[in-house]
């Protein structure tokens, strides 16, 4: 089965610094997803990717796939504190979007006023 | 409503109890999924339902979980005889139908925290 890697596990930055999460998967890589999570609150939808080379922007954030790597990474430009959270990569099944996912165990991100 | 809800939002419970999770999805949204969300565990699939289709009970941990979504709209997620093992935050989601050629995402609840004492 299909097994997404987060790192770093947890993240505490100071307002206003870049930052980078990655996931790795233990697969090829149909659709990546990224969420993010505030205590108490379901999953925000981020971004998906689909294709090798893709990258995609919201705001100050951006996420790129790299098929060969089996990677993504999601970047954070000038981050604030309202960028602290959780963010969790999730995969598809090869059928599109509609499929149950698998997810990454999260990487944990405090940013520091 | 304009998201997915759920409830309760919180349920504390006694060992050996049944209990309900009810899920609303987005409307006209075809598939429906639920998921939980432990500590050390991440967020692991439970159960899908697409449609009319036979739901994908793979993620399901035991026979003491089963799964219903009726009219093709709401779903409840029963757990039989709780053990304090299924403590955790029970999130559903859904999405359009799978054949759309739009890009799909799955939207999701804001869960129900579940402890069983």
């Known amino acids: 089965s299909q097994e997404l890697e987060q790192s770093p596990q947890s993240l505490i930055v100071q307002e206003g610094k870049n930052l980078t999460i990655n996931c790795t998967s233990s697969k090829t890589l149909y659709g990546l997803y990224w969420y993010k999570q505030k205590y108490g609150e379901g999953l925000i939808f981020l971004m998906m990717?689909?294709?090798?080379?893709e990258e995609k922007s919201h705001e100050k954030i951006t996420a790129k796939l790299d098929e060969k790597k089996q990677q993504s990474s999601l970047h954070i430009t000038a981050s604030q504190p309202s960028h602290a959270g959780i963010y969790l990569c999730g995969a598809g099944g090869n059928q599109g979007g509609s499929e149950k996912l698998v997810f990454g165990k999260g990487t944990k991100l405090t940013v520091n006023p | 409503g304009a998201g997915v809800s759920q409830s309760p939002s919180n349920k504390v419970t006694e060992k050996g109890k049944d209990v309900e999770l009810r899920c609303d999805p987005i409307?006209?949204?075809?598939?429906l999924y639920w998921y939980r969300q432990s500590l050390g565990q991440g967020l692991e699939f439970l159960i899908y339902f697409q449609g009319n289709s036979a739901p994908d009970k793979s993620g399901l941990p035991s026979d003491r979980f089963s799964a219903e979504r009726t009219g093709g709209s709401v779903s409840t997620l029963t757990i039989q005889r709780t053990q304090q093992e299924d403590s955790a935050v029970y999130l559903c989601?859904?999405?359009?139908?799978?054949?759309?050629?739009?890009?799909?995402?799955?939207?999701f609840g804001p869960g129900t925290r579940l402890l069983v004492l």
């Open positions: 990717l689909q294709k090798g080379g």
């Open positions: 989601a859904s999405s359009q139908d799978r054949f759309s050629r739009r890009e799909e995402t799955q939207y």
């Open positions: 409307s006209g949204h075809t598939a």
